[in-house]
């Protein structure tokens, strides 16, 4: 049966691509049941069309009032029964609308080993920050940018001459595989947040 979930997304939909992937070949225990833009011109909403799944574009009027915005989201994740909400490439917050509706259960990735290189020039900050090692985060969101409980995180190592492009097209790799293994994880019930905020995963 898997896991009922939403996608949330801005721009090119790479990691909502390897999500399809993962669910067409078998091996991720999910069903999309909506697909989220915050942006019209996404092409993430062309990959969402082309393989079938209802799809929700909300004009920069809605997301003028952020709070209405995520009221509007909520609403549609309710009403197809979303039971995860992933932020695959989602440029925006979520407040406490899609937050309450979904206690534990917003997913975001992060493009490095949270706490550091927060917000949204993660992989040009750990760049130029010249750091050997940097990776990818998946955690829960919370009402405060790029915090909230860990899941799960892969460090990659960062080889002496590399551009940032290549930086980026490595960290997209791992992104591409450790958000579908992390979304098998829940669809198996693993994860659990503790008392103090961590997360347990068995």
Request: proline share 4%; aromatic share 6%.
């Amino acid at each position: 049966m898997g896991i009922k979930i939403g996608v949330l997304l801005s721009g090119s939909g790479t990691n909502l691509q390897a999500i399809i992937d993962r669910i067409e070949a078998g091996t991720l225990d999910a069903t999309i049941e909506l697909v989220v833009s915050s942006r019209p011109d996404a092409y993430g909403i062309k990959r969402a069309e082309k393989h079938g799944l209802q799809t929700l574009t909300l004009s920069r009027e809605i997301y003028a009032d952020p709070i209405t915005a995520d009221e509007v989201i909520a609403a549609e994740l309710k009403m197809h029964d979303v039971e995860y909400v992933i932020m695959a490439g989602y440029m925006r917050m979520v407040h406490a609308p899609i937050l309450a509706a979904y206690p534990n259960r917003v997913v975001n990735l992060h493009p490095a080993l949270l706490p550091s290189f927060k917000g949204a020039h993660a992989i040009q900050d750990a760049y130029d920050y010249g750091v050997k090692v940097t990776g990818v985060t998946v955690h829960f969101a919370d009402d405060k940018y790029d915090c909230g409980p860990i899941i799960a995180q892969r460090a990659l190592v960062v080889e002496e001459g590399w551009s940032v492009d290549e930086l980026e097209e490595h960290i997209h790799a791992i992104e591409h595989e450790l958000y579908p293994n992390t979304i098998q994880l829940l669809a198996e019930g693993r994860v659990r947040v503790r008392e103090n905020g961590t997360v347990e995963v068995s």
